[in-house]
């Protein structure tokens, strides 16, 4: 027994030591230093840039060994899905390492909380500094809107790489069939999905996504176009009568000219269906169009045409905002590399050639080029130009902790796609999320 | 004279290189994890993590449904998914006992469930469930029955996704029971068959209780998976929908890496590590118990 | 009825019985090889489509666009590695657990098991980087063996528990060492309980997601991570995803097939001997 307890006692004590001795040795990565070489100062540079499935990321891909001749830094890219990615740099940029240097980030999603963390780098001071910025990259010639997205307490968390807004896309056959026009108002949006519900031929007036958390975006349209708010002065209002109707709406919409399953769509199942040629009109982000207009992916493609979000008692106010930007880790060692990729990864020709591809921008004058315009359709560009003009930068509450936010603005949703009481569902988590705001002040 | 040492040491020389491997892979993090368990910290290199003793731990037993509830669905999910394989891994395993044209190739595809990568098998599956365009709802019309909303429903979220686990999971109850039906003597069943017994009665008195220790261990390696499901119920609900499909497991990500509330995130993982550790020394004291 | 009849009704519904239980166990990967021929808007038809046009595109994707031939050699090495070293450390452990009643040690080491692996991500993310070995092959092989060994171990106190205690004292008594008659004698005969605990080992660490996510880096991405790939922010490539899925299972069903005769094997020499 006591040899026992000993062995015991001599196995923890190993276990400890050696888990200690393997934090205590070791030392991080250094990068090597440039050659002094005025030209290319930052040569021999290696630095690591995180990035996200995207097709802007794709298109750069295939312009990084322009940027690794011209300047001789190496970049080392990775790229993997957004939610893997959130999770990734959370576990890098808490360990403080500076293992990343570049990033690409949801400004909506993970500003807030990612400022608070300290994990951004201020590029105000690079994007005023003229030498660090010549004045030929354009500083002012971004949109307000995306721009004000990524300031977050004064300071700039990323330059805008990718924007969206919320737009309806319906069946031009189905519409004028029924001689129906493009809804105008929220009114004819609900018209146009009775009148076109057709469960028996197997076609649903309209489809969006219905699962509470991602169901959030699209609902604040409705919400804003209604007259209502996420939060006002301080707190959140998504018990005023305005955003009671505009959840009615969105949950009505579902409830009774939806197909069924919503609960659990996502834009992806959501998208399937009206590629399908199962619903008649789908509200979504414009950023989604190829899956349902690419011919390999959509039975009904070359039937697709885009609408303006209709208007509400106060106007058509969809989301216009930046839904990826482009930052520097504070932690990285590589401040000034990572500024001259970020520098060239946002300039007015890179920008130029991935909008090209069809990738939506936050430059103006990429937009006013016709380079910049012939990826999509003309009603496409028009419809994003025109809700760009009034959009609303913001398609969730900007709180710290936007997915518990998410969640809890959802279950109002989920109320009101099931036709539960909708008023006492928007009280109960009303509270909870003023409950949320007030934890978040300490 | 090495050999010797060895020999009389046998006991340690053989486990101490795994034992050790074990303590020193898992040191660190579990004792990390206490202690974020006993703060509250967002992982911000700026704002250092607030000490607040046992208050995770207090907010989770005393001021959280979601946490009793997650707890709730992942015993169900277990019990529920551990039976059906259990039974459905037994059947399949005496069906497979004996030769037949093929078996080799038959054998090997019954792996093919549990040999999929979990996250493609959610996707797949995800698909099938759709209600309008999935292949699930497509049998059920050719069957004339009622189509289901599945992983879209709050009611069946959650048996959904055991048939999900079962479908995945009974072929390894199956192959593990199999290896131990093979390998038993035949001495017991030409005695039976001697003394009159039929295949039925063979079954019960004779098969049955002589594979339970295999049966056992295949039982508990399966419980402290199907405790800890991610993989599918990730890929196909992320918890939801309204959290109906919410786990332990999954509400502790979500709570980490979600919401980044490291604190609360730990405290779940420390009680949820306590449960299936209960879970499991219960299940071998039963095991050991029924063998003796 | 004769003996012959009720002989043959059993016999057919024998195969009756293992068809539809086989069709159902297999039918979604048939659904994903299906799938992977298709374009996206036949995939998501409904009815589903049986008879279409099938296309090469998603495989040419999969191995053009992507570096999949890296993946699978990445996956490879790891779950090998993992699986081996697993074996090496777990079967003279599960041999000494079995014949010597340590349940003590057996339970620390089903301990690693039972941590949930979530626990585990930030701390050895910090760990692995103070020693400098994140995105190296011998980092995962180390974090996959958490996987296999305790799998392994457990496994085989099973089947050692079972060796009768006579074979290893008449090795003994012609004069070898405990441990050579482990090597000896009671390795060989453990032969099926080692392919089937190696399989299994093997096959977790081929699909584990978790840790491989984060630990991994550009050189030593995953296949199941690496699936991924086809989920972008605004498209979902099923047809791409459903190809990747297919190469992912793949190389573990041919190993499966081939070692799958070595079970047999070992087991019918197992009944013979009675």
Known sequence: ?442 | MLGRWVEKNLRWVFTLPAVLFILVMMAFPILYTARVSLTEWSMSAVTPPKFVGLANYAELFLRDPRFWLATWRTFYFTGLALLVETVLGVALALLLNRDFPGQNVVKTLFLLPMVATPVAIGMVWLLMFEPTIGFANYVLHLLHLPPQLWIASQTQALPSLVLVDVWQWTPMIALIVLAGLVSLPSDPFEAAAVDGANPLQILWHVTLPMIRPTVGVAVILRAIDALKTFDIIYSMTQGGPNYASETLNIYGYTLGFSYFQMGAASSLLMIFFAIVLGVVIFLNWARRGVIA | MTRRQTKLILNVLFYVVLAVSLLIFIFPFLWMILASFKTQAQITAYPPQWVFQPTLRNYVEVFAGQQFVQFIWNSLVIAAGATFFGLVLGLPAAYSIARYKQSGLGMTILVARIVPGITFLIPWFILFTRVGIVDTLPALILTHMLVTMPFVVWVMIAFFEGIPAELVEAARVDGCTEQYAFLRVVLPISGPGIITSSILAFVFSWNNFMFSVILTGARTKTLPVAIFNFLSYSEINWGGLMAAAVIITLPILVIAMVTQKYIIRGLTAGAVKG
């Open chain 1, 1 to 442: 027994m006591k040899r026992f307890q000993r062995t015991w006692a001599l196995i923890m004590l190993v276990a400890i030591l050696g888990s200690v001795a393997l934090t205590g040795c070791g030392g991080t990565k250094e990068a090597p230093k440039g050659t002094s070489n005025s030209d290319k100062p930052y040569a021999g540079t290696t630095m690591r840039f995180l990035a996200a499935n995207h097709p802007w990321t794709e298109t750069l891909k295939t312009m990084i060994p322009d940027f690794e001749a011209k300047t001789g830094i190496k970049v080392q890219m990775e790229s993997i899905t957004e939610n893997q990615l959130t999770q990734k740099l959370t576990v890098e940029l808490t360990s403080g390492a500076g293992t990343v240097d570049v990033f690409m980030q949801r400004p909506l999603q993970e500003a807030k909380l990612f400022d608070k963390n300290g994990w951004y780098t201020d590029l105000t001071t690079y994007m005023n500094d003229a030498k660090k910025t010549p004045a030929e990259y354009g500083a002012s010639d971004y949109f307000q809107g995306p721009m004000q997205t990524e300031t977050v307490n004064g300071h700039l968390t990323g330059v805008p790489i990718v924007t969206e807004q919320e737009i309806v896309y319906y069946r031009k056959d189905l519409f004028q069939a029924a001689n129906l026009k493009a809804p105008k108002t929220i009114a004819d949006l609900e018209a146009a999905a009775k009148k076109l519900n057709n469960p028996d031929k197997g076609i649903y007036g309209i489809v969006m996504r219905g699962k509470g958390n991602p169901a959030v975006t699209q609902f604040s349209s409705f919400l804003y176009s209604e007259g209502g708010n996420f939060i006002e002065n301080g707190k959140f209002v998504l018990d005023s009568p305005a955003a009671t109707k505009a959840v009615t709406e969105y949950g009505n919409l579902l409830k009774n000219y939806g197909p069924p399953g919503v609960l659990n769509m996502e834009w992806p199942q959501a998208a399937a269906i009206f590629a399908q040629g199962k619903a008649a009109m789908w509200v979504d982000a414009n950023s989604l169009y190829k899956n349902v207009t690419a011919p390999d992916k959509s039975t009904i493609g070359d039937k697709v045409g885009f609408a303006m979000f209709p208007a509400g008692d106060k106007g058509a106010l969809p989301y216009s905002v930046t839904s990826w930007g482009l930052s520097i880790a504070k932690s990285s060692k590589n401040q000034d590399a990572a500024w001259e990729f970020l520098k060239w990864a946002t300039s007015k020709e890179v920008t130029t050639k991935i909008q090209s591809t069809g990738v939506p921008s936050a430059r103006t004058s990429v937009w006013e080029s016709d380079e910049g315009k012939k990826a999509w359709p003309a009603d496409w560009v028009s419809v994003a130009l025109e809700s760009g003009k009034v959009g609303s930068p913001a398609d969730r509450p900007l709180v710290i902790n936007v997915g518990k936010a998410r969640d809890l603005v959802g279950n109002i949703i989920t109320a009101a796609i099931t036709g539960k009481d909708v008023v006492a569902a928007a009280k109960t988590n009303n509270d909870a999320l003023n409950q949320l705001l007030t934890e978040e002040a300490k």
